[in-house]
């Protein structure tokens, strides 16, 4: 079958680092994208990887390993703004499965 | 600026009724697609639509039609067959009529479908 799975929520401290986990399960799988989304409005693209290994682009990071079928996005010196749904996206042979989404909520 | 543009921001139901949701986009994007949105569940695709006057369907098609007349707009209406329409409706696109497995999607702001 095809399957994405992400924890449901999180919740960590401002300026801290947290980790968010994605495992897939997708036949002629293609490449992993995360995307943010603030409650209401619409996901932004983060990031796509196709190759194993770290993707780093200023406070996140996105990581892939295909042999495990697991993926993390890295959020580093955490801000109030980074309070959304983290949407983890598996691109399979013709179409995008999306999980759930991890509600993240940031503290003071 | 380009982008995509979905109205209304929120949309209420009789039953009954059919109601469209509208999508433009001005990316010149070849692409666009329709997904549905409900608490705890990931974004499932309803239809998507490769090139002017032609889509397809997705996951969860029943109930609902689309068409593509043009490549800038691509609209959804919820038709009375569809019985439990109250979700967020996104809209969005991707660059090229290969699909969206390898290319990001674009999307626009949603539309909250609620039922009277």
């Known amino acids: 079958g095809q399957n994405i799975d992400q924890p449901t929520e999180m919740t960590a401290t401002e300026g801290a680092i947290v980790q968010i986990n994605c495992t897939y399960q997708?036949?002629?799988?293609?490449?992993l994208f995360w995307y943010q989304q603030h409650a209401g409005e619409a996901p932004t693209f983060l990031s796509y990887?196709?190759?194993?290994g770290l993707e780093e682009k200023g406070r996140f990071s996105s990581f892939l390993s295909r042999s495990k079928g697991y993926s993390y996005l890295l959020l580093k010196e955490l801000q109030m703004k980074d309070s959304a749904s983290y949407l983890c996206a598996g691109g399979a042979t013709n179409k995008l499965i999306f999980g759930t989404g991890t509600l993240l909520a940031v503290q003071p | 600026d380009g982008g995509i543009t979905q109205s209304p921001k929120y949309l209420f139901r009789k039953e009954g009724q059919n109601v469209t949701l509208s999508c433009e986009q001005n990316?010149?994007?070849?692409?666009m697609y329709w997904y549905r949105q409900d608490p705890g569940q990931g974004l499932r695709l309803i239809y998507y639509?490769?090139?002017?006057?032609?889509?397809q369907k997705g996951d969860i098609a029943e109930g609902y039609s689309v068409s593509r007349e043009k490549k800038e707009s691509f609209p959804l209406t919820v038709t009375s067959a569809q019985k439990n329409p109250t979700a967020f409706y996104l809209c969005?696109?991707?660059?090229?009529?290969?699909?969206?497995?390898?290319?990001?999607?674009?999307f626009g702001s949603g539309t909250q479908l609620s039922v009277l």
């Open positions: 997708t036949s002629g799988f293609n490449g």
């Open positions: 990316l010149n994007h070849d692409a």
């Open positions: 639509s490769q090139i002017v006057n032609d889509f």
């Open positions: 990887n196709v190759l194993d």
């Open positions: 969005a696109s991707s660059i090229s009529s290969r699909g969206a497995t390898n290319e990001k999607l674009f």
